[in-house]
């Protein structure tokens, strides 16, 4: 369940908010005047998030790849490199 705190509460409670994203590696939802505003989260939270979506874009256009038949198998990829190793 996410945790929802008011935008007051960044000024008022940060430390509380920064031990419970660090503790539970989730966000903070943040409100201003009653409405969704803001998400905080560590940075170790943030970097492996940001981590999954380049993650998720390498194997997008790794598919692209093999949708456009622009693929080659294992073996012949690993081969060129062995070849342009030793040359």
């Not at 419970?20 to 998400?39: M, R, W």
């Not at 970097?47 to 198998?73: C, N, Q, S, W």
Request: glycine letters at 4%; hydrophobic letters at 30%; charged letters at 35%.
């Amino acid at each position: 369940m996410p945790k929802i705190r008011p935008s007051s509460d960044l000024r008022n409670k940060y430390n509380e908010i920064s031990e419970f994203c660090h503790e539970y590696s989730e966000p903070v939802y943040i409100t201003k005047n009653g409405q969704g505003d803001l998400a905080v989260m560590s940075i170790e939270t943030y970097e492996r998030l940001t981590g999954k979506f380049e993650l998720y874009r390498l194997l997008d256009e790794g598919m692209e790849y093999v949708e456009k038949h622009k693929a080659i198998p294992a073996e012949e990829a690993f081969k060129q490199v062995e070849d342009e190793l030793t040359e």
